[in-house]
């Protein structure tokens, strides 16, 4: 049971805009702590897509992006292509001193 | 280039001791937290503790407090975690990342323990 929740899967066409939601509480989200984003790609190691709520780092394409609002986040990614096909996950800081991770979201380009 | 380069894949039974390891270059080693992260087979990412390499202050997630190690040796450049007496559930994939501030910006490779008798 993970502390952040996430859809267990999204899919979407190619050129499509699919988003994934992360919603938490007033112990880690709702208390003002910043969401992070990971994509990890089969086989591989998590790579940071988003930080700071809706900042990317640099290389990673403008067609994702991310907000927060209360006690939930977003991911979106518009013009989707194959190689977005990968496991997402959001994370954030908890008053339990504890970085936390919401469970993962399958995305399936179609 | 920041890297952080993990230590190669393990095969344990029940009950023995291990170290992994994870070095990192391209950047100033003690100047950032390395995170620890776990992701079981077929699962999501854990988060199981952190260590500033810099004067070793030493968090672990509730977790996984008492159950694991983390440790540094500045010198080197290279962080560890280690368990006293793995079970078979320790089988898992572990990651290292940079810490910033509380956003993971650099992971390692990752190191596989299995654990089987």
């Known amino acids: 049971q993970s502390v952040l929740t996430q859809p267990p899967s999204v899919s979407g066409a190619p050129g499509q805009r699919v988003t994934i939601s992360c919603t938490g509480s007033?112990?880690?989200?709702?208390?003002?702590?910043?969401v992070h984003w990971y994509q990890q790609l089969p086989g591989t190691a998590p790579k940071l897509l988003i930080y700071?709520?809706?900042n990317r780092p640099s290389g990673v394409p403008d067609r994702f992006s991310g907000s927060k609002s209360g006690t939930s986040a977003s991911l979106a990614i518009t013009g989707l292509q194959a190689e977005d096909e990968a496991d997402y996950y959001c994370q954030s800081y908890d008053s339990s001193l504890s970085l936390v991770f919401g469970g993962g979201t399958k995305l399936t380009v179609l | 280039e920041v890297q952080l380069v993990q230590s190669g894949a393990e095969v344990k039974k029940p009950g023995e001791s291990l170290k992994i390891s994870c070095k990192g270059s391209?950047?100033?080693?003690?100047?950032?937290?390395i995170g620890w992260v776990r992701q079981m087979p077929g699962k999501g990412l854990e988060w199981m503790g952190i260590i500033y390499p810099g004067d070793s202050d030493t968090r672990y997630s509730p977790s996984f407090q008492g159950q694991v190690t983390i440790s540094a040796d500045k010198s080197i450049s290279t962080a560890y975690l280690q368990w006293s007496s793995l079970k078979a559930s320790d089988t898992a994939m572990y990651y290292c990342?940079?810490?910033?501030?509380?956003?993971?910006?650099?992971w390692g490779q990752g190191t596989l323990v299995t654990v089987s008798s």
């Open positions: 700071g709520n809706s």
């Open positions: 007033s112990s880690n989200i709702g208390a003002g702590y910043d």
């Open positions: 990342a940079r810490q910033t501030p509380s956003s993971l910006d650099y």
């Open positions: 391209g950047y100033s080693f003690t100047s950032y937290w």
